[in-house]
């Protein structure tokens, strides 16, 4: 009979040295993790250089570091009318100038050069909206809270009306588009929290509310002279309505001495009205043309106004 001889094992000692790699390992990888976004943007920044349309539209912005590194890791790009409704997947009936998607910033190219400025306001609008999808839910929610307040204490009409359209088109978005907006068209934020909030992107703000003022001022100015002249067409309109009625009357009456005295100042009248609509027509054709190059729908309308 053999005898069962157990073998018993050597006992290993500790090696401090491993120990202490494989916890800074364990740390790093957490500390990667929490602040992938600082490597993905410095990353962005070592690496990415926008191409000159782009920067060009970036200097008046005044982008902080911050903001430049959203906009390197979106790599924003211009496109014509027909590659921008295929990146942004653009709506018939909806106006678009620029989308955030897919990581990505696409921005409508603007022909007309009274209107070009608005590419810089389009520009920081998506770049915000990279911002926000980059925020927590917690920043989100504060954030919102304030924006809303704001919102509501602006009482805009115009405003109210693109945000019940977002409410329909974008249900959730809200707060994401207010975001966007009021830190690119609202002058007086009227709230320190929300300025500080929009200093961490933009140094210039003030220009890049300048810019969007000037692209609607070019439509509300073309508008309220549109309104003007059709003013002074139905002024002279009434007026040679009276011509002619005192002309019919003196006709009727056998004046025809005091019918024929007044024939000068009514073909007068009929020029003066014929003329102005024809101007006031050819208004209405610059005006519509220019709405339609900014309406990536209309492909074929492109004015140099």
């Known amino acids: 009979m053999e005898n069962d001889l157990s073998v018993v094992p050597k006992k290993r000692f500790a090696r401090p040295w491993r120990t202490a790699f494989q916890f800074a390992l364990v740390l790093l990888i957490m500390v990667s993790l929490g602040n992938y976004q600082y490597f993905l943007d410095e990353y962005a920044l070592a690496t990415y250089h926008a191409p000159a349309d782009i920067a060009a539209l970036e200097t008046p912005l005044g ?49 007309s050069p009274s209107l070009q400025p608005e590419m810089e306001t389009v520009l920081a609008h998506e770049i915000l909206h990279a911002a926000w999808n980059r925020m927590s839910t917690v920043d989100r929610l504060k954030l919102g809270n304030e924006l809303e307040t704001r919102y509501h204490e602006l009482k805009d009409t115009e405003l109210t009306s693109r945000m019940a359209s977002y409410a329909k088109t974008e249900p959730g978005e809200e707060a994401n588009e207010l975001h966007s907006i009021l830190g690119t068209e609202q002058t007086n934020l009227a709230n320190s929290d929300l300025e500080s909030h929009y200093l961490s992107y933009f140094t210039n703000r003030a220009a ?15 508008g309220r002279e549109l309104a003007q002249q059709l003013a002074t067409i139905k002024s002279l309109e009434a007026q040679l309505d009276v011509l002619n009625a005192r002309m019919t009357s003196d006709n009727t009456r056998g004046l025809i001495s005091a019918y024929n005295a007044l024939v000068p100042s009514q073909n007068r009248l009929v020029d003066q009205v014929n003329g102005l609509i024809r101007s006031y027509d050819a208004s209405v054709d610059e005006y519509n043309a220019l709405s ?7 492909l074929s309308t492109e004015p140099g106004v």
């Open 63 to 111: 982008l902080t570091r911050t903001a430049q590194a959203i906009a390197d890791r979106a790599q924003p790009q211009i496109d014509e009318k027909a590659a921008f409704n295929r990146d942004c997947q653009t709506s018939v009936g909806e106006l678009e100038l620029g989308c955030y998607t897919h990581g990505r910033i696409y921005i409508l190219k603007i022909s």
């Open 208 to 222: 890049i509310v300048a810019a969007h003022q000037d692209y609607q001022a070019v439509f509300t100015s073309r």
């Open 292 to 298: 339609a190059s900014i309406d990536s729908n209309q």
